[in-house]
């Protein structure tokens, strides 16, 4: 696929932003100083101000209803800087379970609430240390929800907690108030430096949804090929400063980048990014025109993208040597950050399976 | 009804009632592919009737101009025909070097009296076409080239040996790039001739594969007589013209396998052979690699599409199309490695009916030559790095 | 482990008799020639004079009772030449089977064929396309065996075939005559021009050993760790002809074997090839040690060879180029060989997924 | 009773005796080793006494001669103790950069006086050492090192920069590479010296890795002034005993894991995270990755053994110190990988107590470093192919 005007556009005000009000030097910071929220605030209410946080919110509801490739042209840049935000908590995850399986009331009262910016929302699906939303251990019966979640993005700052449950045979999402009685948040930091929480849930009240399942799957799906955008511009960040670095550094008396082996690598390596980064938009594409095979493509461009991107950080920091080791340099906060989105929402070889399964095999 | 809508309407018509039934099966191996020419044996009927009838529609050429024998179709009308052929699983009516390189070549840089000479037996089949780029000791150093085309006034006087010459034994006629200015170094003085293979002084051996084909030759040429208004563009400049043909060729490389796994999945064909538990491929090893590679695939098909829409957007292919030609051809080559994986013991006959003669192994070793014919995947990464990447050299 | 002298002696003995009677020229006659027996008889009559046709066999029985690290050797200097012979099927899986499972008479017949080479001793074991001996299809019932077997080596001149089937719940292995009624062959040549068969039995009265189960396990260890070594000198001999053309064949006015993308894939090539001949070595030492671990060592040699074998293969005929495609070059064979011998017994899929049950995941 | 088993009987009966109960846990992370030196604080009594009674026995350093405080044990009694050691898994209890490094450079290339000097603190735990080869944009080009040691008649005076001294702000006393003639080229006129590292003019300054841990610092001489007597081998020739080392602690490079995964096995850990499935992990994908790592890590074991057994029959394993380095370095980083695949969020958690504070994340990040430090492993790949395959140079 190719963007049209309106999504380059899009891209190329996003680019912008990013790079000025959300570089890396923010995570950093945001880091050192231990920040409360996790987040970047200034950056998220420029987003606000742009319209992006409702980028997957129909019109109706004051969202600018851009779809997928709209997201994933804000996760590529978000992806390229590093920043900090709850982007993909919120704005995607949220929205996308929402939308699609959210009342009439939920949706009014929640889907403005992500387009303006006041309301942070958090997807609660895996029970245990790896995602594995077809055996969820949590359940709702009569109404309340028991369990215990883990990587809860943003779930220590969530006005509204989206929890993966069973109930009967039916898994779903519910929607439950952070600050009901019963939930135990524990923040947890990542080691991208990000916000994740752990949730118990004690026989917490859990409203249904409209179509909880259809939600779920929604989420899951967004929040997929989302992070496949992501990952993708971290991967293409990565290589780009790597290649830099390639240009201007010297050993042996020569700049490195004139030795052939490492020259291959780094062939090899763009080839990996550019076909990672196209998988990426068309799966969104795909997801945005219902596509049959949207859900084997969004699996295959998450697994693509999580393997590239480790790739793309392991790569950059063995071409950087020494420096790269170093906590001063930033090259290290990609490495870091592409482990961490790539075990979120199903890792590289969950995403596979899914994929072999789908595919019939 | 948009023009497109029908046109595709009276496509389908005009196939349905014009593709014989036998020209509807898939190949069962590359040995039924029509390839034309004067020494061709049509290997049916059907085969024959097939290829005259698209040839009289244009349609062997679709999208070359009408008045050199093509279709004259734009993009948008070649994708209907090739969506129409695909959906009654239509073979290819004929298809030769002629079609995917020389034709190229002529449109963009021949004068109008060589494309009028030479499209239209193209594009009726009657006339097959040969490379002649490679020489023994220049592999993917084309650039060192040594057959040389002495200047006798009115013609050349051509000397030297060509290999890697495809099917050079089966061909009517050979493009090929020969030195014109000794004096010059490196990639100046060449220039790109045409000459009938059955000129005198022409000689061609068969080089029998690892898989036991000779699709390729070693070509020799002893005092050939070449038209001198045989050469195509400029005198010298044949290096242009070949620069675009080889990067033509990659770009081509559009991720869909040749041979037996051209269609076929590689996820049912596995479970036929090593079986299945619990639902999933009974090799767990196996499967992970072939999801691996359909991955792989998926994403190697989105950058071609990605390429291809800059392309005609006119931000041009240019180095992109080392990039294809490197994964596309690795890319083959894992595959054909998995499908040896899945057969087992069965891809490993060589002369049983039951594999036709062996051909999965064969395929499987044909597919090792994919990443060294049309420069190897060595040169794509060095041009990779240097192009597009803008990597110094050393 | 280290070679002690009496190995050494072996080893530098069978290298030349190999390299003197066995090359890889051999190979390609019997091939052009479409040769009936399809191996080379004046080499294994040269081995039964040498004594290697008893490596296996016990002193008492007429062999020299060398144990497998010898047996390891002779199929090292088979996998650097491309020797063809029976010594695989007869002298490692006949041998190994009758010695561990075969009654007193049965080896007091047989032993003493196989050192002599006046038998020749092909083992059934696949029913399929793969290698699978849990799931056996041939049955024996009432002392008559039913079934179809494939990649039967040297299967269409054997004198006595052993016959992987089952009977009731236990899989062991039989003892059939070739020529007994309702036994049909089929020999089909493979791709590395060697020998196999396809046999089925209709109703074939099989012979029963004495511990037919310990010595298909006998069989199929000795013949994956023998396996396992002539895969890894048949590696080591593809890499040493690419070594050596690295430094001779020149491309762009250099020698290839400057160019230090190649350097740095030949140092790799050279260190797999290491680990895998070590390995295999090992793996002998310890089935001739009784090791506990040697079941596992076999299996992971076995896939490290096969593994390593076909990435040689694969290296040497790209780095060759256009004249590794040649038939009239020998490099091809290797590729050839690395595939069908890796297929034998077991691939690196199948050796691997054993290896990690016997790990206990 | 052959001398070897009594020996093994012997010291069995002292380690019982003598090993502290806490001294007889792994070590749950790299905090817990002693490094002994002047400024270390024991962390408990055990590891205070079990340092002293070792350092009593010589078995600190069980190999060196008794005259230097070592335990003048043959290579095979070496290996009954480590066994016996094992055994009841008793902790290593003294090690450092004097005992890795700096004892076998001595032994090889040091003065009688030297030795005497400096190997008995070092077995008792006394001084701890590091090392001074990197320099600030150097990197793996060590020869073109620029610290330089100017001649003041009865001593040098020290001026220059290094980088990535390990722990050199706890270290008591540096091996440090100083360039002793100026005018010498690259390997020549490079001198290894030997100063204490609270001498006027010392500083150093943690360097934080990626890790967060700063186990290297940058190191800076100002006018330090240091003895003549303390150089090691010859002036302006400290490049053999350099070179000596880095192949030494290259061959030591033995295919075990540091930190958490030390003792450990992938295969159950797995388990306890991603559950099991019909008795095998139950991410397919994760089980086929970790029997080939495990698979590769034996076939490496193996050739270590083989190297090692070659070495000892005196046919030294100089180039073949690349091969270790390389492979062993790259097998540990895909081990911290799979590591980390399969604890998943559990394995991220970069700060909780549950994790000893990220223990899995800090420990796979550190891996990274392996193929950096001691030689990257690109200048091993090129080690292997210039002096074990003799590939030529451009």
Redesign the interface.
Same mark, same amino acid.
């Given at each position: 696929?190719?963007l049209n005007d309106e999504q380059q556009m899009l891209q190329d005000s996003v680019a912008r932003l990013m790079a000025d009000k959300g570089p890396v030097s923010h995570l950093r910071q945001l880091r050192d100083e231990h920040h409360d929220k996790g987040y970047d605030e200034p950056l998220w209410q420029a987003m606000v101000e742009a319209g992006l946080t409702g980028i997957l919110v129909p019109e109706e509801h004051g969202g600018i209803g851009f779809g997928l490739v709209g997201a994933g042209l804000v996760a590529r840049e978000i992806g390229r800087n590093l920043s900090v935000t709850p982007f993909l908590s919120t704005a995607v995850l949220g929205a996308a379970a929402l939308s699609a399986g959210g009342s009439d009331e939920q949706k009014a009262k929640w889907l403005p609430a992500i387009a303006e910016g006041t309301a942070i929302i958090a997807l609660a699906v *895996?029970d245990?240390?790896?995602?594995r939303p077809e055996r969820l251990q949590a359940r709702v019966e009569g109404g309340t929800l028991s369990g215990e979640k883990?990587?809860v993005l943003d779930g220590h700052v969530a006005d509204l907690l989206l929890v993966a449950a069973g109930e009967g045979d039916q898994a779903a999402l519910y929607l439950v108030d952070p600050k009901a009685d019963g939930v135990t948040v524990e923040r947890? #930091? &990542?080691? !991208? =430096?990000r916000n /994740?929480a752990r949730i118990r849930f004690d026989g917490v009240p859990a409203e249904a949804m409209a179509d909880g399942a259809a939600a779920l799957a929604a989420a899951l799906r967004a929040g997929r090929a989302v992070l496949a955008a992501e990952l993708s511009g971290l991967a293409l960040e990565a290589f780009e400063r790597t290649?830099g670095y390639?240009?201007e550094r010297?050993?042996?008396?020569?700049?490195i980048?004139?030795?052939?082996?490492?020259?291959?690598r780094?062939?090899?390596l =763009?080839?990996e990014v550019?076909?990672?980064e196209?998988?990426a &938009?068309?799966a969104l594409d795909a997801c945005d025109r219902g596509a049959d095979d949207a859900d +084997? +493509?969004v699996l295959? /461009?998450k /697994?693509?993208a999580a393997r590239v991107a480790?790739l793309a950080g392991?790569e950059a920091?063995?071409m950087h @040597?020494?420096i @790269? &080791?170093? !906590?001063?340099f930033d090259i290290?906060f990609f490495?870091?950050r592409a482990?961490?989105g790539g075990?979120t929402l199903g890792?590289?070889?969950?995403c596979? !399976?899914r994929? /072999?399964?789908l595919?019939?095999? | 009804m948009s023009d497109l809508e029908q046109f595709r309407a009276e496509t389908r018509a005009w196939l349905e009632a014009n593709c014989p039934e036998e020209m509807r099966q898939p190949l069962k191996s590359q040995a039924e592919h029509c390839w034309g020419g004067r020494k061709w044996q049509f290997q049916s009927e059907a085969q024959k009737v097939w290829m005259e009838r698209m040839a009289d529609k244009g349609w062997t050429a679709p999208q070359w101009p009408k008045e050199y024998g093509g279709g004259g179709l734009s993009q948008e009308e070649a994708e209907v025909l090739a969506e129409e052929m695909k959906r009654i699983n239509a073979r290819t009516p004929v298809s030769n070097f002629g079609f995917w390189m020389l034709g190229p070549a002529l449109l963009k840089f021949g004068s109008e009296e060589l494309k009028r000479e030479h499209l239209p037996p193209i594009c009726r089949g009657e006339i097959r076409w040969c490379q002649g780029y490679s020489e023994p000791n220049a592999g993917s150093d084309l650039a060192s080239l040594q057959t040389r085309a002495e200047d006798k006034g009115d013609h050349f006087v051509v000397n030297g040996q060509k290999i890697w010459t495809s099917y050079a034994d089966q061909a009517d006629w050979i493009f090929c790039l020969v030195r014109t200015d000794p004096q010059a170094t490196k990639h100046n003085g060449i220039s790109f001739v045409l000459f009938d293979m059955e000129s005198k002084g022409v000689s061609t051996r068969p080089i029998e594969l690892i898989s036991g084909e000779s699709p390729f030759c070693e070509t020799f040429f002893d005092d050939v007589k070449v038209d001198k208004h045989q050469v195509v563009g400029e005198l010298n400049r044949g290096w242009d013209v070949a620069k675009y043909l080889l990067t033509h060729e990659r770009n081509n490389i559009g991720g869909e396998p040749p041979g037996f796994l051209k269609g076929r999945?590689l996820?049912?064909l596995?479970?036929e052979y090593v079986g299945?538990e619990h639902?999933?491929?009974a090799d767990a090893g196996l499967?992970?690699d072939?999801? *691996?590679l359909?991955? *792989?695939h &998926? %994403?190697?098909q %989105?950058?071609v599409?990605?390429i291809r829409?800059?392309a005609e957007?006119g931000q041009g292919v240019g180095a992109q199309s080392a #990039?294809l030609k490197?994964?596309g051809t690795e890319l083959n080559k894992r595959r054909y490695e998995l499908m040896m994986d899945a057969l087992g013991s069965e891809g490993l006959e060589w002369d049983s009916e039951r594999t036709q003669g062996g051909l999965f192994a064969r395929e499987w070793l044909r597919s090792k030559g994919n990443s060294i014919e049309g420069g190897t995947s060595?040169v794509?990464?060095?041009i #990779?790095?240097?192009r597009?990447? @803008?990597?110094?050299?050393?």
């Amino acid at each position: 696929m190719k963007l049209n005007d309106e999504q380059q556009m899009l891209q190329d005000s996003v680019a912008r932003l990013m790079a000025d009000k959300g570089p890396v030097s923010h995570l950093r910071q945001l880091r050192d100083e231990h920040h409360d929220k996790g987040y970047d605030e200034p950056l998220w209410q420029a987003m606000v101000e742009a319209g992006l946080t409702g980028i997957l919110v129909p019109e109706e509801h004051g969202g600018i209803g851009f779809g997928l490739v709209g997201a994933g042209l804000v996760a590529r840049e978000i992806g390229r800087n590093l920043s900090v935000t709850p982007f993909l908590s919120t704005a995607v995850l949220g929205a996308a379970a929402l939308s699609a399986g959210g009342s009439d009331e939920q949706k009014a009262k929640w889907l403005p609430a992500i387009a303006e910016g006041t309301a942070i929302i958090a997807l609660a699906v *895996d029970d245990g240390a790896k995602h594995r939303p077809e055996r969820l251990q949590a359940r709702v019966e009569g109404g309340t929800l028991s369990g215990e979640k883990r990587l809860v993005l943003d779930g220590h700052v969530a006005d509204l907690l989206l929890v993966a449950a069973g109930e009967g045979d039916q898994a779903a999402l519910y929607l439950v108030d952070p600050k009901a009685d019963g939930v135990t948040v524990e923040r947890t #930091v &990542m080691a !991208d =430096s990000r916000n /994740a929480a752990r949730i118990r849930f004690d026989g917490v009240p859990a409203e249904a949804m409209a179509d909880g399942a259809a939600a779920l799957a929604a989420a899951l799906r967004a929040g997929r090929a989302v992070l496949a955008a992501e990952l993708s511009g971290l991967a293409l960040e990565a290589f780009e400063r790597t290649l830099g670095y390639l240009k201007e550094r010297k050993q042996f008396g020569r700049l490195i980048g004139t030795f052939q082996a490492l020259q291959h690598r780094a062939a090899q390596l =763009s080839g990996e990014v550019a076909m990672s980064e196209a998988l990426a &938009m068309q799966a969104l594409d795909a997801c945005d025109r219902g596509a049959d095979d949207a859900d +084997q +493509q969004v699996l295959a /461009a998450k /697994a693509k993208a999580a393997r590239v991107a480790l790739l793309a950080g392991q790569e950059a920091v063995q071409m950087h @040597g020494g420096i @790269g &080791m170093t !906590d001063e340099f930033d090259i290290g906060f990609f490495l870091k950050r592409a482990r961490a989105g790539g075990e979120t929402l199903g890792d590289a070889n969950y995403c596979a !399976d899914r994929f /072999a399964a789908l595919r019939g095999y | 009804m948009s023009d497109l809508e029908q046109f595709r309407a009276e496509t389908r018509a005009w196939l349905e009632a014009n593709c014989p039934e036998e020209m509807r099966q898939p190949l069962k191996s590359q040995a039924e592919h029509c390839w034309g020419g004067r020494k061709w044996q049509f290997q049916s009927e059907a085969q024959k009737v097939w290829m005259e009838r698209m040839a009289d529609k244009g349609w062997t050429a679709p999208q070359w101009p009408k008045e050199y024998g093509g279709g004259g179709l734009s993009q948008e009308e070649a994708e209907v025909l090739a969506e129409e052929m695909k959906r009654i699983n239509a073979r290819t009516p004929v298809s030769n070097f002629g079609f995917w390189m020389l034709g190229p070549a002529l449109l963009k840089f021949g004068s109008e009296e060589l494309k009028r000479e030479h499209l239209p037996p193209i594009c009726r089949g009657e006339i097959r076409w040969c490379q002649g780029y490679s020489e023994p000791n220049a592999g993917s150093d084309l650039a060192s080239l040594q057959t040389r085309a002495e200047d006798k006034g009115d013609h050349f006087v051509v000397n030297g040996q060509k290999i890697w010459t495809s099917y050079a034994d089966q061909a009517d006629w050979i493009f090929c790039l020969v030195r014109t200015d000794p004096q010059a170094t490196k990639h100046n003085g060449i220039s790109f001739v045409l000459f009938d293979m059955e000129s005198k002084g022409v000689s061609t051996r068969p080089i029998e594969l690892i898989s036991g084909e000779s699709p390729f030759c070693e070509t020799f040429f002893d005092d050939v007589k070449v038209d001198k208004h045989q050469v195509v563009g400029e005198l010298n400049r044949g290096w242009d013209v070949a620069k675009y043909l080889l990067t033509h060729e990659r770009n081509n490389i559009g991720g869909e396998p040749p041979g037996f796994l051209k269609g076929r999945a590689l996820g049912p064909l596995a479970a036929e052979y090593v079986g299945t538990e619990h639902g999933k491929l009974a090799d767990a090893g196996l499967r992970a690699d072939i999801a *691996d590679l359909e991955i *792989d695939h &998926m %994403a190697f098909q %989105a950058l071609v599409g990605k390429i291809r829409a800059e392309a005609e957007a006119g931000q041009g292919v240019g180095a992109q199309s080392a #990039v294809l030609k490197y994964y596309g051809t690795e890319l083959n080559k894992r595959r054909y490695e998995l499908m040896m994986d899945a057969l087992g013991s069965e891809g490993l006959e060589w002369d049983s009916e039951r594999t036709q003669g062996g051909l999965f192994a064969r395929e499987w070793l044909r597919s090792k030559g994919n990443s060294i014919e049309g420069g190897t995947s060595e040169v794509m990464l060095g041009i #990779v790095s240097k192009r597009l990447l @803008g990597l110094p050299d050393a």
